[in-house]
């Protein structure tokens, strides 16, 4: 398996006014072209800030990260970030939100292309009906789905997703979970997918990555998930392989490394 | 469960697209009603018991029946023009409106701009806000007199006052707005790898126009407040020199009609700015 992500020796120290925290020590991960990991972990165990610093929005005290050989210390398209919260701008349409990006990553295309590389990533995301609708006229669901086609519009080298569908319902949940699954097969991007959800990081990943708990949170153990795909999610339940992977995780959470009461 | 669905709809449909206009305007009007008819009655008691309590022999206030009397030349002619300050009420309101305009417009450019700079600048903030906050709290009339000495003009003076009352709101909101940017549009930025130019016009400009717009539009109220006050003293024509000129002639009903207009027109100065800010956010502010 070549190495595409390259996650080397990352440490991460904040400077609090009590004191010196480490968040992170000595994580270390090689991710291929293509390949769907999942980071699962307890709240506080600073998956969040690993995916910041592979972002480049947070510079980490120590250790590198390598993209496709070059070293990244800056945040850049190539490494686009579908936020927890959407973060989409309230005052542009779902359209202008990608727009924005489009624009800004292909400046060099003629306006035509851009506004129709604008309307297909949006199509892709089920969102070509709502183009013209303003965050706050969209379900939670939905401006979801408009900041996936606006991280995807910048045809990202990686996909890193923050706890993408942490704020929504179940049902809607799925259904995301099922558009994303459909992207992954026909594009092949490269994904980084921060979440708390066991079924969900077994049925999108190839791989999950549990994390230990802070401080000096590392990775504690990988769990290769070979169900094939595509994946439907009514099948894999019964899956042996699914159950064993969802026991394997659960029991790191749970047993191995369970959270002090808060 | 669809066909279900489908078969309700298309059976109903004849029926509503007949019914529908009809009922649409009924609708309308008992819409505007529920809005108009309350005010009216609020007024129309009010009205009664203004009435009543000026009707002894020699009420210190006339009544609106004789305010209506009294000032109907006025009400009726509001353009006449018989030279210097007798004119009538449309170019006393006029004369105010540019002063205001002029006053207000000035405090705009500079309160956005000076907003700007101390929301984005730690220590343009550090070293203004402190200056800001004592001087803001100097009430609108205490400069005129620094002013008529700095310009030895009525005209003038009145506009900075205008200027110097209005500025404050509009400097502190926009500064507010540009400071409450939210982390996560900053990330967007960054990850996009906006320019510093781009930043300010894609990201800090439509983040911090509804802060903007409530400064102004406190600012275009007080500016009001201020230039009749100001207009009181320093004469001329304009609104507030009409209230004071018809105080020494003892025309109390001319001056609650002038009353009534600045209620009117400050009302009208508040809902214009309001429309602009909605014109420009897209949402109401």
């Keep these: ?262 | 469960m669809t066909g279900i669905i489908q078969t309700v709809r298309s059976a109903s449909k004849p029926q509503h697209r007949f019914r529908l206009p009809k009922l649409r305007l009924l609708e309308q009007l008992r819409h505007a009603a529920e809005v108009v008819v309350p005010p009216l009655i609020v007024l129309g008691v009010l009205l009664a018991v203004w009435e009543l309590a000026c009707s002894g022999a020699h009420p210190a206030l006339p009544p609106p029946s004789k305010v209506l009397r009294d000032t109907w030349d006025l009400i009726v002619d509001p353009t006449f023009d018989h030279g210097g300050t007798d004119k009538g009420l449309l170019w006393h309101l006029l004369a105010s409106l540019k002063r205001v305009g002029i006053g207000f417009g000035l405090a705009s450019v500079t309160g956005v701009a000076l907003g700007v700079l101390i929301g984005q600048s730690t220590f343009a903030y550090r070293g203004l806000d402190p200056i800001f906050q004592v001087l803001r709290t100097v009430p609108p009339l205490a400069w005129l007199p620094i002013s008529l000495a700095a310009f030895q003009n009525a005209d003038p003076s009145a506009i900075f006052v205008i200027f110097i009352t209005a500025v404050w709101p509009i400097v502190l909101n926009t500064a507010v707005g540009v400071r409450q940017i939210p982390e996560d549009y900053k990330n967007v930025a960054r990850v996009l790898r906006l320019s510093g130019p781009e930043y300010f016009f894609k990201i800090t400009l439509p983040a911090s126009v509804p802060y903007m717009f409530t400064g102004l539009r406190i600012g275009v109220g007080l500016s009001w407040l201020a230039i009749v006050a100001a207009e009181m003293l320093i004469g001329g024509v304009g609104i507030g020199f009409f209230i004071w000129d018809a105080w020494n002639s003892s025309l109390i009903s001319e001056i609650i009609l002038a009353l009534i207009y600045v209620g009117i027109v400050g009302f009208l100065l508040d809902r214009f700015i309001g429309a602009i800010g909605k014109l420009v956010a897209g949402r109401p502010i």
């Design chain 1, 1 to 262: 398996m070549r190495g595409y992500l390259t996650i080397e020796q990352i440490g991460m120290t904040f400077q609090a006014a009590s004191g010196a925290y480490q968040a992170l020590s000595d994580v270390s991960l090689t991710i291929a072209e293509g390949e769907f990991v999942a980071i699962i972990g307890h709240s506080g165990c600073g998956k969040s800030t690993l995916l910041n610093i592979v972002a480049g929005l947070t510079k980490a005290t120590t250790g590198a990260v390598l993209l496709a050989n070059q070293v990244v210390d800056e945040p850049g398209p190539d490494r686009a970030v579908v936020f927890q919260n959407h973060s989409l701008l309230p005052w542009l349409s779902a359209y202008a939100n990608v727009r924005l990006a489009v624009d800004k990553v292909f400046r060099s295309k003629p306006a035509r292309e851009r506004d129709n590389w604008t309307r297909q990533n949006l199509a892709l995301v089920q969102m070509q009906d709502a183009l013209h609708k303003k965050p706050d006229e969209l379900s939670g669901g939905m401006r979801q789905r408009v900041g996936i086609a606006r991280a995807l519009a910048m045809q990202p080298k990686v996909l890193l997703m923050d706890e993408p569908f942490g704020a929504l319902d179940a049902l809607t949940r799925a259904r995301l979970q099922d558009t994303v699954m459909d992207i992954h097969r026909t594009l092949g991007n490269t994904v980084i997918m921060i979440t708390h959800d066991v079924d969900e990081a077994v049925l999108l990943a190839d791989r999950v990555v549990m994390m230990t708990n802070g401080p000096s949170a590392t990775i504690g153990e990988i769990c290769d998930v070979r169900l094939p795909r595509p994946r439907r999610r009514l099948d894999v339940v019964d899956n042996p392989d699914y159950v064993r992977s969802r026991k394997a995780i659960m029991q790191f959470l749970y047993e191995r490394h369970a959270k002090q009461a808060a």
